[in-house]
C-alpha cells in the first residue's frame, strides 16, 4: 500500500487507487465533472488538476495512480491556476443563464464556476449554439449548448445500461451528443444519465421545470417495483410528489434506479386516483363516508360468514403491499376463520399442503451477484423483470468473468456477455433444467434423480452443467416466468436437484417489490391459494392494492369468480371500468408515498418507509383501514398504533439479522421429481406470456411518460416464421386469439384481437403475446394452448 | 520524384522513383538480407535491441524517443498477443516524408516492421496508412502481398518458428491518429481520441495488449542498422542524434521535397540543397520540425544544424524534420491564423482546454488577421495558450500552443501592426505573388 | 435483412477481407474501412448504410456514426461525382493552395462544400496530405492525388474529369 500525502495529510492508499479515490476517502474534494466512480476513467474534463510534487505538469486526479512518496497539492496556485483555466473554458460556450436552467440551483457547473472560476469572462467571440433533440418521453435533451462534454452519459449507456444509444458525433468543439438518427432512448436505465449530467443538458422529461431544486423537499423511500427494494429520494411540493432520485446505497441499488423506480410517480397523480370510499346501491356505485363503508364491509363479511362460513371468504393482496399491509389483511380474514388468503396473484402452482414453504428469497446478499462465479438464471426476462439485477450481473460478467447462462422463453437481449442462452417453448422449461440436472449427474458420478431416465443432456445443457461445477461462488436463479409456470414446483425441486449434485445454490429473482415480506407477513393461504381461490370461486373477496384483470394469472378466471360472488370489497388506490363493474365496496388506500410501511427484499432487507406526502382526497393508508376493520369486526389484535407496532410484531427487531436482514428465510423444497412434468406439449400452439415493465403493476400502468416508452407498447402476437407460416396468418395483419377454459373450470377462457409480428426470438411453436394489458387481459392463463387465426 | 537530394544516402539510397518499389528491387538493393540473417543465425531479439540501441536511432514521429530504449518497455516474454504498429498517419503540416518512403521503398518498411516484431515478441502487426494518400495504402498492400508471397510475412517466416501477420490500417482525414493512442483507438474500430497515459502502450496498447508503435522512418532504418551495425549507423549523424533523416522541405523554396542527410548537417546547406529561397527573395522565417514546433527566425535558424540538440537549443524542435520555409512575403499573422485553424479542426474535442482554447485562440486570431484586433488580444493569446500546454491529454494541446507562442515572440510586431492598422505589414498582391501559383510554368 | 438490402455481396465480400486483418473478436475494427467501403459505392454514407454497417459488425448504430463524423473524408451528405478537395495548410498555401481553391471556386461557379447543378464537382477545403512537397495538392474523391497544381493544370484536370 503506497503511502501519500494530500494537502498535508499523509495516508495509505489502497494499491491501484487513483488519487482522486484517495482523497474521496479522505474527505478532500477534488472539482471534477466526467469523473464518476461507476464509470471508467475519461479524464476528460480536466476540471480535476492537482499539482504533483516533482511533477512539471499539473496531473489529472482522476487518472492518476496513487504512487509511494506522492505529495499532492490540491489547491496550490499551480493547481488553483489550472482549475480555474479550465472553469474559463468550461464556460467560454456555455450559456451563462443559470436562473432560466432547469438544472439551477443543483448544477455541478454551476457550483464549481462559484468556488473556482474567475469574475468576468474573457470571452468576446460568439458562443456556439448546439440544437436540441428529441429523445423520447423520458430524457430531454432540449438544452444541448448546455452540454460540456464529459461523455458520461456515453459511457454509461456502454458501461452500465450495456448498450450504446448515446454517442459523441463530430470532434473539435463540434462534438456533440447525439443519438442515432434522434432514436429515442430505450434503455430501462436511461433517468440515471439525468442524474450523471452534471449540468443542465440531459434533463428529465416529465420534471422539467416543473420546480426548482431549492424549493423542493427531499424524503427517503423504497420503490415497491421490484424485489431490488431500491432506496429513493422523493421530492415534494406543495403535498405533490415532484421527482423521484435514487438515494445511494452500494449494497442495494448502487447509486441507481430503474427508469420504472423513476417515473412511476406520475401514476401517483393519476386520474383514476380513488379519493372517495364507494358502495354499490341499487346497482350504482355511490360515494359516502368511511363509517358507512367500512359498516358496510364490517356487515357483509359478517352476513358471509354467518350464512355461508367463513370458508367462502378469500383475500388476495398485491405482492407490492407492505408487509404491514398483508399481515393485517391475513389476520383480518384468519380472524374471520379463513385460511383463504395470498399474495401471488399471477401464481398458479403451489407445493401440496403440508410441504412446508420457507419464505423464498434470493438465496444470498443482493451485492453477491458481482461476485458469483456463475449464475443460471432460470425463466426470466431479467432485464426487463428486474433491471438493476440484471445490470449487476452485467457488471460481474464484464468485470469479474462470471459465466451467465439463461434458460428463458425468448431471446431477448439480456445486454451482457452470456455463458449459454437457451431458449425453450414454455413446456419445455421444466425439462431444459432437467437436462442441466442429469448432465451435472452424470458429470459428478452421482445417482441421477429418479423421474430423470428419459432425460438426455445436450451440448447447452452439458456447458451448463460444468459451469455450475467448477469450483466457486455458483447460483442457480428462478425468475419470474420459473414461479408463474403451470409447473413452477417441479421447476423448483429439479433447480433443488442441480443445487445438491453441484453446490450451487437456489435464488429467487421475485419480480414485484415485496415478495418476500409477503411470506413473512402471513398472508400465506392455509386454505385455498391465489389460484384455487377463483377457480373454486367463493362467496366474497378482498382484494387489496391489485386489479385482478391485469394481474393475475388467469385474468378471465379470476374476474368469472369475482363476478360471480356476493360481495367484492376493494381496497385500492386506483380505481377502473372494470373494478366499477364488479367491485360491492371501493375503499381508497394510499400508495406507497402516503403511507408508512415496510418492503423486505430479495435477500430479506427489511426497509420500512414513512409516507412522503399526505394521502389524497379522503384515501386512507390500507394498514389504517384493515386495523378499524379489524376492530369494528371485534377481532383480536388490532390496536395497533402505528405501522411500526404491526412491523414488530410480524419481525420482532430482535429475531433480524444485523438489525435489518429477516431470518426465516429458506428456498429448500423436499418433493420427488414428477416425470410427467418433464414431457413439453405436443401439437398446440403455447402461449409465452411476459410481463413488460411497464405494465408490471397498477400505479406503473398510470404513469404517462412510462407509457409513452417503446417498452410500453401495446402488446402484439409476436410468432417466429415458422410459426406464422403453420398458422397461416400473415406479419403485419390482425389476428383473432384464443384461450380454451381451465380444465375442471367453467371459465379463465377468452379471446384477444392483435397484430401479428414476426420475431424470431420466439420459440417455434409458441405465440408471445405480453400479460398485463387490457387488450389481452381478455384471455385466458399466461400459460398453457393459444389459438391464432386471421381474421 | 520527390527525394530530390541527398548526402550519404542510405534509407533513399538506390531508389529509382516509382520504377523500384517491388520486392525485387529492394531485395536487388540488398533488401531482406537483414532479416534473412537474424532468422537463418537465429539472432536473439536481446541482440538486436542492443544495437538498435548502439545505433541511437531515435523516433522519427516527431518525439525523438531513443528507439532501442522503446523496444525494451515491451513484456517480450508475456503470453498472449502483443501488437506493433507503424505510424504512417503523417499528417503534421509540412511532413511528407513517410509518404516517399511508402512510395519507393515500403519493402524497407515491411522487413523493418518484421525485425521489430521478432525483436519485441508481437505476434502482429498493423501500419496505419494516412487516409490521403489511399494510392500508396493500395501499394502498400500491393507489396505485403509480394512479401507474404515470399514467405517473409506471416506464418513461420522464411521456414523459421517466427510468425508475425502484417497488416495495413488506413486512416481517413483525422490529423490526431498520428498520436500513438488515437491511433490505437481508430484501430479499434473507434473515434481516435487519445487515451491518458499511464497506462502506457507498452502494457496497455492495441486491444488492451502490449504494444510498440514506432514511425515509418524509424522502421525503415532498421534493416540498415542491423546490416551495418550500430555503431556505423550512429557514425552516420551525430553523437546522440544516430544516423541519416529524411527532411521535408517546404514552402518558399526553388525545389521543396525531401532531402537525406547526416545528422547534424547545417541548415544552409540543406536550404542550398533546396534551391534556396524562392526567387532568391529574402528569408523570414522557419518552422523547423513540422507545424507545430514553434518558428524561428530567419537568424536563429541560418545558425542550426539540423539534428535534435541544435535545434533544441534555438528554441524549437526537430520534430519530425519538416522544414516549413517561410520569406519575407508571408504574412505571419495569415501563416498563424492557418495553422490554429488547423488545430481547432484537428482537435479531437475531448478533453476541454484543447477542444475550448483551439476554437478560441483561432477565432482571436482571425479576428486579427481580419483587421479586427484589440490590443489586449496579444496577453489574451499568451494566456490562453499558458492555460492549454501541459494541460491536455495528449501534446496536441502543446502542439497548437507553441506556434502561437513562437509567432508572437518572434513576430511580434507584425501582430501589433495588424491589430493598429487592421492591415498587414505585407502588401497583398506582395504576398499573392509570393506562392507563384499564378506565375509557375506547368 | 437490412444490411443485405444496402450491403450487396461483393461489398459484404470487401469487407470480410477487411475483418480478416484483426483478431476475431474485433471485428469492430474493420468499420473504418467498411464504411470507406459503402461511401465508395453509393458515393456519400446515407445513414442507413452507417446502419447497415454498424449491425453487419454487430456495433452499435451510433459508434459507427461517431466515426463515421470524427473522420474527414466520409461524406454524410450526398457530393457531386468528383469531390475535389484541396489542402490549403499552411505548407500548401505558401505555394498557393488557398489560391488554388479560390481558382477552383471561380472556375465551377460554386463555394467551399458546395456541388456544381449538374451534379459533377463537389468543392471541399483539406488539411495536410503529407505531400507538401508537391504543393498545392488536391484529392480526386478521397482516392487520387493531384500535385504542383497551377490553374493551367486545374483546367487539364477538370477537362479530364467526366
Ligand atoms: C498530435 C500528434 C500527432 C502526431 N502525428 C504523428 C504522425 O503523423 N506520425 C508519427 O510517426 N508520429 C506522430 N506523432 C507521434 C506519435 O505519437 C508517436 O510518438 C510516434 O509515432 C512514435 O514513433 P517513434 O518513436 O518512431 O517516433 C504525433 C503525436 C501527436 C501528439
Ligand atoms: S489535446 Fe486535443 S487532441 Fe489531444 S486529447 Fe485533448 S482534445 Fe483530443
Ligand atoms: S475529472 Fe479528471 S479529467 Fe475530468
Same mark, same amino acid.
Given at each position: ?48 488538476? /492537482? ?46 443563464? #443559470? ?97 450523471? #449530467? ?85 346497482? %350504482? ?8 363503508? !367500512? ?88 432485464? %426487463? ?12 460478467? %464484464? ?93 423448483? /425441486? ?143 389484535? &388490532? ?153 | ?165 502484417? &497488416? ?102 540543406? !536550404? ?69 485553424? &488547423? ?26 488577421? *481580419? ?15 499558458? *492555460? ?55 | ?85 484541396? #489542402? ?43 505531400? #507538401? ?27 479530364? !474529369?467526366?
Amino acid at each position: 500500500m503506497p503511502e501519500i500525502e494530500i494537502d498535508g495529510i499523509v495516508t495509505q492508499a489502497p494499491d491501484g487507487a487513483t488519487i482522486m479515490e484517495v482523497a474521496e476517502q479522505l474527505g478532500v474534494y477534488i472539482p471534477h465533472f466526467c469523473y464518476h466512480k461507476k464509470l471508467s476513467i475519461a479524464a476528460n474534463c480536466r476540471m480535476c488538476l /492537482v499539482q504533483v510534487e516533482k511533477a512539471p505538469k499539473p496531473v489529472p486526479a482522476c487518472a492518476t495512480p496513487a504512487t509511494n512518496g506522492m505529495k499532492v497539492f490540491t489547491h496550490s496556485p499551480l493547481a488553483a491556476k489550472a482549475q480555474q483555466g479550465v472553469m474559463e473554458f468550461l464556460l467560454i460556450n456555455h450559456p451563462l443563464d #443559470c436562473p432560466i436552467c432547469d438544472q439551477g440551483g443543483e448544477c455541478q457547473l454551476q457550483d464549481l464556476a462559484v468556488g473556482y472560476g474567475m469574475g468576468a469572462s474573457r470571452y468576446q467571440e460568439e458562443k456556439r449554439v448546439v440544437f436540441h433533440k428529441e429523445a423520447g418521453p423520458l430524457v430531454s435533451m432540449q438544452e444541448m449548448s448546455r452540454c460540456i462534454h464529459c461523455t458520461r452519459c456515453v459511457r454509461f449507456g456502454q458501461e452500465i445500461a450495456g448498450v450504446m444509444e448515446l454517442g459523441m458525433v463530430n470532434r473539435t468543439m463540434h462534438s456533440e451528443i447525439v443519438t442515432f438518427l434522434g432514436r429515442s432512448i430505450d434503455s430501462e436505465l436511461s433517468g440515471n444519465m439525468i442524474d450523471l #449530467c452534471p449540468v443542465g443538458a440531459l434533463t428529465s422529461k416529465p420534471f422539467r421545470f416543473a420546480a426548482r431544486a431549492w424549493e423542493l423537499s427531499r424524503l427517503p423511500s423504497i420503490s415497491p417495483h421490484d424485489s431490488v427494494g431500491a432506496n429513493l429520494t422523493v421530492q415534494t411540493l406543495a403535498n405533490r410528489v415532484m421527482r423521484v432520485l435514487p438515494r445511494e446505497n452500494e449494497a442495494v441499488n448502487e447509486c441507481w434506479i430503474s427508469d420504472r423506480d423513476r417515473f412511476s410517480y406520475e401514476g401517483v397523480n393519476s386520474p383514476e386516483r380513488l379519493t372517495r370510499p364507494q358502495i354499490r346501491v341499487d346497482g %350504482k356505485l355511490r360515494e359516502v363516508d368511511w363509517s358507512v363503508a !367500512l359498516d358496510y364491509v364490517a356487515h357483509g363479511l359478517r352476513d358471509i360468514v354467518n350464512t355461508h362460513g367463513a370458508d367462502e371468504i378469500a383475500a388476495l393482496a398485491a405482492p407490492w403491499s407492505t408487509l404491514e399491509e398483508m399481515h393485517l389483511l391475513q389476520k383480518l380474514v384468519r380472524g374471520l376463520g379463513s385460511g383463504n388468503v395470498d399474495f401471488r396473484p399471477r401464481r398458479m402452482d403451489f407445493a401440496p399442503s403440508g410441504v412446508p414453504a420457507g419464505a423464498r428469497w434470493l438465496g444470498m446478499r443482493i451485492a453477491e451477484l458481482n461476485e458469483l462465479d456463475t449464475a443460471l438464471v432460470v425463466g426470466s426476462f431479467v432485464r %426487463k423483470d428486474i433491471p438493476l439485477f440484471a445490470q449487476r450481473l452485467r457488471q460481474a460478467a %464484464k468485470h469479474n468473468g462470471t459465466r451467465v447462462t439463461l434458460i428463458s422463453l425468448g431471446n431477448d437481449d439480456p445486454l451482457m456477455s452470456m455463458h449459454e442462452h437457451v431458449v425453450v417453448a414454455p413446456s419445455e422449461l421444466p425439462a431444459a433444467l432437467a437436462r442441466v440436472v442429469k448432465a451435472a449427474a452424470l458429470q459428478c458420478r452421482v445417482p441421477v434423480p429418479a423421474g430423470l431416465e428419459a432425460i438426455v443432456p445436450d451440448i447447452p445443457s452439458e456447458a451448463i452443467a460444468t459451469s455450475l461445477r467448477v469450483r466457486g461462488r455458483s447460483m442457480i436463479f428462478l425468475g419470474r416466468v420459473a414461479v408463474q409456470h403451470p409447473h413452477a414446483v417441479q421447476i423448483h /425441486v429439479l433447480a433443488q436437484h442441480l443445487s445438491d449434485i453441484t453446490g450451487a445454490k437456489i435464488g429467487f429473482f421475485s419480480d414485484a417489490g415485496n415478495i418476500v415480506g409477503g411470506y413473512l407477513s402471513g398472508a400465506l393461504p392455509s386454505a385455498r391459494n391465489a389460484h384455487s381461490m377463483f377457480t373454486d370461486p367463493r362467496c366474497a373477496y378482498v382484494l387489496l392494492g391489485l386489479e385482478p384483470e391485469l394481474d393475475c394469472h388467469n385474468p378471465q378466471l379470476a374476474l368469472a369468480a369475482l363476478r360471480q360472488a356476493d360481495l367484492r370489497v376493494v381496497l385500492s388506490p386506483f380505481v377502473s371500468e372494470t373494478m366499477r363493474e364488479y367491485a360491492d365496496v371501493l375503499l381508497p388506500v394510499t400508495p406507497f408515498t402516503e403511507t408508512s410501511g415496510t418492503f423486505v427484499n430479495a435477500e430479506g432487507r427489511v426497509q420500512s418507509f414513512k409516507g412522503v406526502v399526505r394521502p389524497l382526497g379522503d384515501s386512507r393508508p390500507a394498514w389504517k383501514v384493515l386495523r378499524v376493520l379489524g376492530n369494528l369486526l371485534e377481532l383480536e389484535g &388490532f390496536n395497533q398504533d402505528s405501522s411500526e407496532e404491526v412491523r414488530d410484531a410480524v419481525l420482532p427487531p430482535a429475531s433480524l439479522k444485523d438489525g435489518q436482514f429477516a431470518s426465516g428465510l429458506d428456498n429448500c423444497i423436499k418433493l420427488p421429481i414428477d416425470a410427467a412434468a418433464l414431457v413439453p406439449a405436443k401439437g398446440i400452439l403455447e402461449r409465452v406470456a411476459d410481463v413488460p415493465i411497464y405494465f408490471s403493476d397498477p400505479l406503473v400502468r398510470r404513469a404517462p411518460a412510462l407509457q409513452k416508452t417503446n417498452d410500453a407498447q401495446a402488446p402484439t402476437a409476436r410468432m417466429s416464421s415458422r410459426t406464422l407460416a403453420q398458422a397461416g396468418v400473415v406479419a403485419g395483419s390482425l389476428v383473432r386469439l384464443r384461450q380454451e377454459s381451465l380444465a375442471g373450470s367453467a371459465s379463465g377462457a377468452g379471446e384477444a384481437m392483435l397484430t401479428a409480428v414476426l420475431d424470431d426470438g420466439v420459440p417455434d411453436g409458441c405465440i408471445r403475446v405480453s400479460a398485463g394489458h387490457p387488450s389481452t387481459a381478455a384471455l385466458g392463463a399466461m400459460f398453457g394452448a393459444i389459438s391464432v387465426e386471421a381474421v | 520524384m520527390a527525394i530530390l537530394g541527398s548526402i550519404n544516402p542510405i534509407l533513399t539510397a538506390g531508389l529509382d522513383g516509382d520504377r523500384s518499389w517491388r520486392l525485387a528491387d529492394y531485395v536487388a538493393r540488398g533488401g531482406y538480407s537483414a532479416l534473412r540473417r537474424i532468422i537463418a543465425e537465429r539472432t536473439t531479439p536481446e541482440q538486436i535491441i542492443a544495437e538498435v540501441k548502439k545505433s541511437v536511432l531515435r523516433g522519427r514521429g516527431g518525439a525523438g524517443f531513443p528507439t532501442g530504449l522503446k523496444w525494451s518497455f515491451m513484456p517480450r516474454t508475456l503470453p498472449g498477443d502483443k501488437y506493433l504498429i507503424c505510424n504512417s498517419d503523417e499528417g503534421e503540416p509540412g511532413t511528407f516524408k513517410d509518404r516517399d518512403l511508402l512510395r519507393y521503398n515500403p519493402h524497407a518498411v515491411i522487413e523493418g516492421m518484421v525485425i521489430a516484431g521478432y525483436a519485441i515478441g508481437a505476434t502482429r502487426g498493423f501500419n496505419y496508412i494516412h487516409g490521403e494518400i489511399w494510392e500508396l495504402y493500395q501499394r502498400f498492400e500491393d507489396a505485403l502481398a509480394e512479401a507474404r508471397a515470399e514467405g517473409l510475412v506471416g506464418k513461420h517466416i522464411l521456414g523459421g518458428d517466427f510468425t508475425f501477420e502484417l &497488416f495495413a490500417h488506413h486512416g481517413y482525414g483525422a490529423y490526431i491518429c498520428g498520436e500513438e493512442t488515437a491511433l490505437l483507438e481508430s484501430i479499434e474500430g473507434k473515434k481516435g481520441q487519445p487515451r491518458f497515459k499511464p497506462p502506457f502502450p507498452a502494457s496497455f496498447g492495441l486491444y488492451g495488449k502490449p504494444t510498440t508503435i514506432n514511425n515509418t522512418e524509424t522502421l525503415a532504418s532498421v534493416p540498415f542498422i542491423l546490416n551495418m551495425g550500430g555503431d556505423a549507423f550512429l557514425a552516420a549523424g551525430k553523437a546522440n542524434n544516430g544516423g541519416p533523416k529524411l527532411f521535408s522541405v517546404s514552402g518558399h523554396v526553388e525545389r521543396p521535397g525531401n532531402y537525406e542527410v547526416p545528422m547534424g548537417t547545417p541548415f544552409a546547406t540543406l !536550404l542550398e540543397m533546396a534551391g534556396g529561397v524562392r526567387g532568391g527573395r529574402k528569408l523570414k522565417g522557419v518552422i523547423p520540425g513540422g507545424s507545430s514546433s514553434p518558428v524561428l527566425s530567419a537568424e536563429l535558424m541560418m545558425d542550426c544544424t539540423m539534428d535534435y540538440d541544435s535545434i533544441a537549443k534555438a528554441g524549437s524542435m526537430l520534430g519530425s524534420g519538416a522544414v516549413i520555409v517561410m520569406d519575407e512575403t508571408t504574412c505571419m499573422v495569415k501563416a498563424l491564423e492557418r495553422l490554429s485553424y &488547423f488545430y481547432y479542426e484537428e482537435s479531437c474535442g475531448q478533453c476541454t482546454p484543447c477542444r475550448e482554447g483551439t476554437g478560441w485562440l483561432y477565432k482571436i486570431i482571425q479576428r486579427i488577421e *481580419n483587421g479586427l484586433g484589440r490590443p489586449e488580444d496579444l496577453d489574451l493569446l499568451s494566456s490562453i495558450t499558458g *492555460n492549454i500546454m501541459g494541460r491536455t491529454i495528449c501534446a496536441l494541446g502543446d502542439a497548437a500552443s507553441m506556434p502561437v507562442q513562437s509567432f508572437l515572440k518572434h513576430f511580434r510586431d507584425e501582430f501589433a501592426y495588424h491589430i493598429e492598422h487592421g492591415r498587414c505589414l505585407v502588401p497583398r498582391e506582395v504576398q499573392r505573388a509570393g506562392s507563384g501559383f499564378f506565375t509557375a510554368s506547368a | 435483412m437490412q444490411n443485405s438490402l444496402m450491403l450487396t455481396p461483393e461489398l459484404i465480400a470487401r469487407i470480410d477481407r477487411e475483418i480478416a486483418k484483426y483478431p476475431v473478436e474485433q471485428k469492430q475494427s474493420a468499420v473504418m474501412a467498411a464504411l470507406a467501403i459503402a461511401q465508395e459505392a453509393a458515393g456519400w454514407l446515407s445513414p442507413e448504410a452507417i446502419e447497415a454497417v454498424a449491425s453487419y459488425l454487430e456495433m452499435s448504430p451510433v459508434a459507427a456514426l461517431e466515426v463515421a463524423t470524427f473522420y474527414n473524408m466520409y461524406d454524410l451528405k450526398p457530393v457531386g461525382r468528383h469531390k475535389l478537395t484541396v #489542402c490549403t495548410n499552411l505548407p500548401c498555401m505558401l505555394s498557393g493552395g488557398m489560391h488554388a481553391l479560390e481558382y477552383l471556386q471561380e472556375k465551377l461557379g460554386i463555394g467551399l462544400d458546395e456541388t456544381t447543378p449538374d451534379g459533377k464537382f463537389t468543392l471541399k477545403q483539406g488539411e495536410c496530405m503529407g505531400a #507538401c512537397g508537391d504543393a498545392p495538392v488536391l484529392l480526386v474523391n478521397n482516392r487520387h492525388m493531384c500535385c504542383s497544381m497551377t490553374p493551367a493544370e486545374i483546367d487539364r484536370l477538370l477537362a479530364e !474529369l467526366d
